[in-house]
């Protein structure tokens, strides 16, 4: 016995029937007849050429139907949807004479040549001084913090050297807001939002003050307080991350983005395509970020990959693409601050590749110089580098002189030995936080292995040293 249409309706759990009508089946008719569905199907235009199927929104457009009509002067499919056709057979090849462009507001003696940047530098000084202190601040604690990592009193380290520009210059273009997702050289993003110099050190001692309690690598930072999720050694995981971010952001409606920071190194990784791809298909506001700076660990870019760059990959993806000078700090900025407002505007990923040398080894496990010339690096250095460019910036302006340079950069060391001397001092975190925050309050399972610790180290005292631990053997077993 046959039902009739508004009777098998009716059937339907309230909820479900609100869905139907936007989502109508042709083939199951008792869902929807097919007349209803023809109705509601979007019209195609008149005329042979065919309009561009809108994808990448995770909106209404995304579901547009896909058609070919006869007579089309252009493919009209899912995989490609605005593709003329040709009776040329003809490849298309790299063209190394015609990669994309690296976009420049200042010269590398800090003189502007762009002036359609729409900056306005003098409004801009008090930002710009806190640009240059930032990066002034990173590079001396680079210095002073390897130096530690030789002597035996930290475990590892990785400089920021030749690339202080592209943090600091992307930091100062986003809000607290924005969502950060770093990989290992982007100290200069937290040392401008505000990150203090003690919460560097603490990190890299790995004291009691740690924010990560003590858990992680030196140079594996993190701040809730500064939207700045944790650093992970593991290469490119942060990439999916932050397009999932960007999702939620968008979800949520707020006036914000994600940002994720990666070598061209880590875009060999398989969750940089992912990432790339995920963000541009659902239309994520994220901010990919790469420091292209010539080298992956042991591997020089030419050995990485064939083709242009990384920018070049973006396009691939559909996504919003632009090379800048990575040691022009105020192209950086500008760039970093157009980007933010295409993501949030128009909801969609961006991705900047920044270019800019590695003239530091690529952490303290690497001597570069296997693998590359020493003079290659030292002409790099003398070349060009982004502090420098920035301070001849300030100094034609008479923002900034040698003598306050001087100041800044005494000042600046003495503060870091300092909060190195008491950092170093400090306790490591209690034994018991181990086992915390894996569950909101520790198991009965970690209670008992707890105890069982506990009673190990009062047995056999001298083979452990607890006193460095806060709470000695006492601090074993978590007070939650």
């Given at each position: 016995?046959?039902?009739?249409?508004?009777?098998?309706?009716s059937l339907l759990p309230r909820s479900y029937r609100s869905i139907v009508p936007r989502y109508p089946c042709l083939t199951r008719r008792c869902l929807s007849?097919?007349?209803?569905?023809?109705?509601?199907?979007?019209?195609?235009?008149?005329?042979?050429?065919?309009?561009?199927?809108?994808?990448?929104?995770?909106?209404?457009?995304?579901?547009?139907?896909?058609?070919?009509?006869?007579?089309?002067?252009?493919?009209?499919?899912?995989?490609?949807?605005?593709?003329?056709?040709?009776?040329?057979?003809?490849?298309?090849?790299?063209?190394?004479?015609?990669?994309?462009?690296?976009?420049?507001?200042?010269?590398?003696?800090?003189?502007?040549?762009?002036?359609?940047?729409?900056?306005d530098f003098d409004k801009l000084k008090d930002q710009c001084l806190k640009m240059y202190r930032s990066m002034v601040s990173v590079s001396i604690m680079d210095?002073?913090?390897?130096?530690?990592?030789?002597?035996?009193?930290?475990?590892?380290?990785?400089?920021?050297?030749?690339?202080?520009?592209?943090?600091?210059?992307?930091?100062?273009?986003?809000?607290?807001?924005?969502a950060i997702y770093a990989q290992y050289r982007e100290a200069g993003v937290l040392m401008y939002r505000g990150y203090k110099m003690d919460e560097f050190i603490?990190?890299?001692?790995?004291?009691?003050?740690?924010?990560?309690?003590?858990?992680?690598?030196?140079?594996?930072?993190?701040?809730?307080?500064?939207?700045?999720?944790?650093?992970?050694?593991?290469?490119?995981?942060?990439?999916?991350?932050?397009?999932?971010?960007?999702?939620?952001?968008?979800?949520?409606?707020?006036?914000?983005?994600?940002?994720?920071?990666?070598?061209?190194?880590?875009?060999?990784?398989?969750?940089?395509?992912?990432?790339?791809?995920?963000?541009?298909?659902?239309?994520?506001?994220?901010?990919?970020?790469?420091?292209?700076?010539?080298?992956?660990?042991?591997?020089?870019?030419?050995?990485?990959?064939?083709?242009?760059?990384?920018?070049?990959?973006?396009?691939?993806?559909?996504?919003?693409?632009?090379?800048?000078?990575?040691?022009?700090?105020?192209?950086?900025?500008?760039?970093?601050?157009?980007?933010?407002?295409?993501?949030?505007?128009?909801?969609?990923?961006?991705?900047?590749?920044?270019?800019?040398?590695?003239?530091?080894?690529?952490?303290?496990?690497?001597?570069?110089?296997?693998?590359?010339?020493?003079?290659?690096?030292?002409?790099?250095?003398?070349?060009?580098?982004?502090?420098?460019?920035?301070?001849?910036?300030?100094?034609?302006?008479?923002?900034?002189?040698?003598?306050?340079?001087?100041?800044?950069?005494?000042?600046?060391?003495?503060?870091?030995?300092?909060?190195?001397?008491?950092?170093?001092?400090?306790?490591?975190?209690?034994?018991?936080?181990?086992?915390?925050?894996?569950?909101?309050?520790?198991?009965?399972?970690?209670?008992?292995?707890?105890?069982?610790?506990?009673?190990?180290?009062?047995?056999?005292?001298?083979?452990?040293?607890?006193?460095?631990?806060?709470?000695?053997?006492?601090?074993?077993?978590?007070?939650?």
């Amino acid at each position: 016995m046959s039902l009739s249409a508004p009777l098998r309706r009716s059937l339907l759990p309230r909820s479900y029937r609100s869905i139907v009508p936007r989502y109508p089946c042709l083939t199951r008719r008792c869902l929807s007849s097919s007349a209803a569905a023809a109705a509601e199907a979007p019209r195609e235009p008149e005329g042979t050429k065919e309009v561009p199927m809108t994808v990448g929104d995770g909106g209404p457009g995304t579901s547009r139907p896909v058609k070919q009509r006869p007579g089309s002067d252009r493919l009209v499919f899912p995989g490609a949807v605005n593709s003329k056709f040709t009776n040329r057979l003809q490849f298309r090849k790299y063209d190394p004479e015609r990669a994309i462009d690296t976009y420049r507001v200042m010269d590398t003696e800090g003189k502007i040549f762009d002036e359609s940047h729409g900056l306005d530098f003098d409004k801009l000084k008090d930002q710009c001084l806190k640009m240059y202190r930032s990066m002034v601040s990173v590079s001396i604690m680079d210095q002073i913090m390897y130096d530690s990592q030789r002597q035996g009193r930290i475990s590892f380290y990785i400089v920021n050297a030749g690339e202080e520009g592209i943090a600091v210059g992307s930091a100062a273009a986003l809000t607290e807001e924005d969502a950060i997702y770093a990989q290992y050289r982007e100290a200069g993003v937290l040392m401008y939002r505000g990150y203090k110099m003690d919460e560097f050190i603490n990190q890299c001692f790995a004291n009691k003050k740690d924010h990560g309690k003590g858990r992680n690598m030196p140079i594996h930072y993190t701040s809730k307080s500064l939207n700045f999720h944790p650093i992970s050694s593991t290469l490119c995981t942060q990439l999916p991350h932050a397009s999932g971010a960007g999702y939620a952001l968008k979800m949520e409606g707020k006036q914000a983005c994600a940002v994720t920071y990666f070598g061209e190194g880590a875009a060999s990784e398989g969750d940089f395509h992912a990432a790339l791809n995920i963000a541009a298909t659902r239309g994520c506001p994220t901010i990919f970020i790469c420091r292209n700076n010539g080298y992956a660990i042991s591997t020089p870019t030419l050995d990485q990959y064939k083709g242009d760059g990384i920018a070049s990959r973006g396009l691939g993806y559909g996504i919003d693409t632009i090379r800048v000078d990575g040691n022009d700090t105020w192209a950086v900025y500008k760039v970093t601050k157009e980007a933010r407002e295409i993501a949030i505007a128009q909801q969609k990923p961006v991705l900047i590749e920044a270019m800019s040398y590695r003239v530091s080894h690529h952490s303290t496990s690497d001597d570069s110089f296997a693998y590359r010339a020493r003079v290659e690096v030292e002409d790099w250095k003398r070349r060009d580098n982004p502090i420098t460019r920035l301070r001849k910036f300030m100094e034609l302006r008479s923002w900034w002189d040698q003598d306050r340079d001087s100041q800044l950069r005494s000042q600046t060391k003495s503060e870091i030995l300092k909060t190195i001397n008491v950092a170093e001092r400090e306790k490591k975190p209690p034994i018991s936080s181990l086992w915390e925050d894996i569950y909101d309050v520790p198991t009965n399972d970690q209670r008992r292995q707890m105890e069982e610790l506990r009673d190990v180290l009062h047995r056999y005292p001298q083979e452990y040293d607890v006193a460095q631990y806060d709470g000695g053997e006492d601090g074993v077993v978590s007070k939650r």
